[in-house]
């Protein structure tokens, strides 16, 4: 039996332990920066499972490595999920994990505890089968991503100095091929005024007013944004504003603006800021916010709010042995796309130019919705996925 057929039947044999496991893991709530108890049960079921190596890092993600080879493969998963919404609209409970009618139920089924689940029986596959090639294949199941994508990488990268030679990305893509997506960043725009009193706004310099017109000025920016043929087109909303005075009987002497920025092909850091500061062209301070929360280990990694944005080109060798693995498990070829949302990889990729495929059970449409479930199906045939790339990447060498 050819190594292909190997992996699809104990994918199959599987099939249930996999669904198993992802009730299990549903059943324990698993909030960003409150993913101890997740981690803590995912590292048994990594032990059970054979891993030849599991540990836990500084910030709180767990590695799962499975092989001794020179090179480096890594697959990765977010463990990490938003909250609940509006219980009324659920017709079971989020956390129930309930398998029923070829389903698994619940909050972070399919973003993304359904990769998890599927990476723990890839890995014990490739155990089973004695793998020993050229890969030392790293699982990781990784913390704080739904708050802010990227910093679990950032730190298994410049910290823990896990540096792949290249990263499957396990979210949701109802088992197509993805190769990318749009970055994003935050911007805070400070505006100062000069407060008087109300009854005479001549005398002062009203902060709200300067940010008003800054406001039109951005809704005008957003039009003349960029497009790419692939990801699209950059974007820019302003979400949030502040103001003070001394009183609502007095004219404002500040006010903070809080602009979204989804960056296509091309766009950076840099260039997002010049254009905003160009764009407003009033007496303004544009600052990119830092993210300081503390991992649920205590670890402060702070980071800008910059998430850039990373594509591979649809003949790059990664994306082709990912499409040539996906056509074997599938019988057909995969649908080659991209994310509409944000991934681990802006870190990845993005930031430190390691290449990243997306390959994961599940449909996107219903991450972070009511009622999110995902197929038994797609967890059968991502475990044999990811079994089975690190042999495919061998060969096309
Ligand atoms: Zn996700």
Redesign the pocket.
């Known amino acids: 039996m050819n190594t292909t057929e190997q992996i699809k039947e104990k994918a199959a044999e599987y099939r249930d332990y996999t669904a198993e496991n992802l009730s299990r893991i549903v059943q324990i709530p698993s909030l960003s920066g409150e993913e101890e108890a997740v981690i803590a049960r995912l590292k048994t079921m990594l032990e059970e499972a054979g891993f030849d190596d599991v540990r836990i890092d500084g910030l709180g993600n767990l590695i799962g490595r499975v092989g001794y080879g020179p090179k480096t493969l890594a697959i990765d998963a977010?463990i990490d999920t938003v909250d609940t919404g509006d219980l009324a609209q659920w017709e079971t409970d989020p956390f129930s994990g309930l398998v029923r009618g070829g389903l698994v139920l619940g909050r972070g089924t399919v973003?993304?505890k359904g990769g998890a689940a599927s990476m723990i029986t890839g890995g014990r596959i490739l155990k089973e089968m004695g793998y020993d090639g050229e890969y030392s294949v790293y699982f990781t199941f990784t913390i704080m991503?739904?708050d802010c994508d990227g910093l679990c990488w950032k730190y298994l990268i410049e910290a823990e100095k896990l540096v792949p030679d290249c990263v499957v990305i396990t979210?949701p893509t109802n088992l197509g091929l993805y190769r990318g997506h749009r970055g994003r960043m935050e911007m805070e725009v400070h505006f100062s005024g000069r407060s008087a009193h109300g009854s005479a706004p001549e005398r002062g310099d009203n902060a709200i007013y300067k940010s008003c017109r800054a406001g039109l000025a951005i809704e005008a920016l957003h039009q003349r944004l960029k497009t790419d043929p692939f990801l699209g087109k950059g974007s820019i909303a302003v979400t949030y504003i502040a103001s003070q005075s001394p009183s609502l009987c007095a004219i404002p002497d500040g006010c903070m603006m809080h602009l979204d920025r989804r960056l296509t092909w091309g766009e950076t850091l840099e260039s997002a800021v010049q254009e905003v500061t160009a764009a407003i062209g009033e007496d303004a301070r544009v600052i990119v916010p830092l993210y300081d929360r503390p991992s649920y280990r205590g670890t402060v990694f702070a980071q800008d709010k910059y998430f850039p944005t990373w594509k591979l080109a649809e003949d790059h060798p990664f994306v082709r042995a990912g499409v040539k693995a996906a056509t074997l498990i599938l019988g057909e070829a995969p649908r080659v796309d991209k994310w509409v949302?944000s991934?681990n990889a802006v870190a990845i990729c993005g930031r430190h130019g390691i290449p990243c495929i997306g390959f994961g059970p599940g449909n996107e449409v219903l991450?972070h919705a009511p009622n999110e479930h995902i197929p038994v199906d797609h967890l059968q045939q991502a475990s044999a996925f990811y079994a089975l790339l690190p042999f495919v990447l061998e060969q096309s060498r």
């Open positions: 977010h973003d993304q991503e739904e979210e949302f991934t991450a």
